[in-house]
């Protein structure tokens, strides 16, 4: 495959791992600079998600996810977990119903792993009111794909 410029488009994974061997040991400025030298076509979601996950890790979700959005790239389960975890160890609460509201828009709310994300976030947030409407999203989800199992995909 090659780019309007004739020159070969690297592989994707090849950048992915070198990208993520700049965040794991803790080079994220450096992780930045190489993300943005990178052909628009390699930045998909897994590299999003990589630098998602180095941005959390580091306190810096809210620029990470704002980057994501204007650039029109769909966070994925993994990504709202890894945020999600980053909220729950600040106990952001404001940032946690943004990000629950985006799992909700993007239809993950109902997703084991984004609903775990959820109820520790709300845990470590101190709001555990908002648990019982995190479980009966899951359990109308499960109680939903027994009834309809051909809907589900079963």
Not at 34 to 52: D, G
């Amino acid at each position: 495959m090659r780019n309007s410029d004739a020159y070969p488009i690297p592989d994707p994974v090849a950048l992915v791992t070198v990208l993520n061997a700049y965040i794991s040991s803790g080079k994220l400025h450096d992780a930045c600079q190489f993300f943005e030298q990178m052909p628009l076509p390699t930045r998909n979601v897994v590299a999003w998600n990589v630098m998602i996950s180095g941005h959390a890790e580091r306190g810096h979700y809210k620029e990470a996810l704002h980057q994501m959005s204007k650039h029109g790239v769909k966070s994925s389960r993994s990504t709202l977990t890894s945020v999600l975890s980053a909220i729950a160890s600040l106990a952001s609460l404001g940032h946690g119903l943004l990000v629950h509201a985006r799992a909700i828009k993007q239809g993950f709310e109902s997703s084991l792993y984004v609903t775990s994300s959820l109820l520790n976030m709300y845990g470590k947030c101190e709001t555990l009111h908002a648990a019982p409407q995190v479980f009966d999203k899951i359990f109308e989800e499960n109680n939903d794909k027994k009834r309809h199992p051909k809907d589900a995909g079963v």
